[in-house]
């Protein structure tokens, strides 16, 4: 339960950080470290959001009220899809091969999950 709440601040306040660079910057003012902070504080927000769905599911589907640290790690690896999408969009580079090739890299980054942890 500890690690949960933890979660929630961190992804709450991550949320609170993009918002705010999202209202009160733009990429040219903020530099290169502003762009790696913008992207890590989009992952930890969407790191939580993901948790949180997943939780739910693990709790209507499988009626399982303890979250394992490897769903955590999960969670971790589906989180970054969505990054993936908006680098590849960035550089102008989104169609069906390259989101097929973003779900691979999931899929085998899951089974890494599975099979070493």
Sequence with gaps: MKRNRI???ISIMGLAALIFMLFFTSPTEIGPFGVLLFFTTLYVSIF????????AFYRIAFKKEIFRTKDYLYSAVLAFGPIMILMARSFGAVNLWTIGLIVLFLFLAEFLVYKRI
């Excluded at 939580?48 to 939780?55: F, N, P, R």
């Design 7 to 9: 979660m929630s601040i």
């Design 48 to 55: 939580g959001i993901t948790s949180l769905i997943m939780q």
